[in-house]
């Protein structure tokens, strides 16, 4: 038999297994279960890869709330697009919008206190990753990912969208500042 002329025993699955061809089955079945049971370790032990929830919502629902969010608790505008910065109260519930290719609006949050961390996409999938950390979640239409987040260390942190979203996915970046808490 070779690979282009067709087996000469045409019943060759019925031939017995070869200790080779045994011994690699065994190899990768037990690979096969490492890899399965590294998936709730790292998950439970990994720094990367955070629980997080995620409900139902609608565009509509969380512009709302982000919209009440950004009211009460702007502190300046940065860039030329004057995207609000906002200074939610230590421990509380922060809001963030992805869409078409913008994070809105930016996070200020307070050095070692916990928040909860309310994502939602207005359009369709972005990625949400935050670097240097690499925290990474997918941010999907009509579901609100919501991550418990301690801040550990203070200074400016990267939002970048790593689901690619269009012609200006790679323009999709932002900021989240991490202040000393007074
Ligand atoms: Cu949003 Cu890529």
């Known amino acids: 038999m070779s690979a282009i002329s067709p087996p000469t025993n045409r019943l060759w699955w019925k031939q017995p297994l070869d200790r080779v061809e045994g ?9 096969c279960m490492v890899m399965f049971f590294m998936m709730p370790y790292w998950h439970v032990y990994g720094k990367q890869n955070l629980a997080n929830e995620a409900y139902r919502t609608t565009p509509e629902a969380f512009t709302a709330k982000t919209t009440a969010m950004i009211d009460k608790f702007k502190v300046r505008e940065e860039t030329a697009l004057k995207i609000p910065v906002v200074h939610p109260p230590a421990g509380s519930d922060v809001y963030l919008i992805a869409r078409l290719w913008q994070w809105y609006p930016m996070l200020e949050l307070e050095e070692g ?6 994502l939602a ?25 919501v991550v418990t987040l301690t801040p550990t260390r203070a200074g400016t942190y990267g939002i970048i969208c790593n689901e690619y979203c269009g012609i200006n996915h790679a323009t999709m970046a932002s900021r989240l500042y991490v202040v000393k808490s007074k």
């Open 121 to 145: 996409s207005m359009d369709w999938l972005h990625g949400f990753s935050l670097q240097p950390e690499n925290i990474n979640i997918e941010v999907h239409p009509n579901y609100e990912h």
């Open 23 to 31: 011994t690699w089955i065994v190899i990768a079945f037990v690979w």
């Open 113 to 118: 206190k916990t928040y909860r961390l309310h």
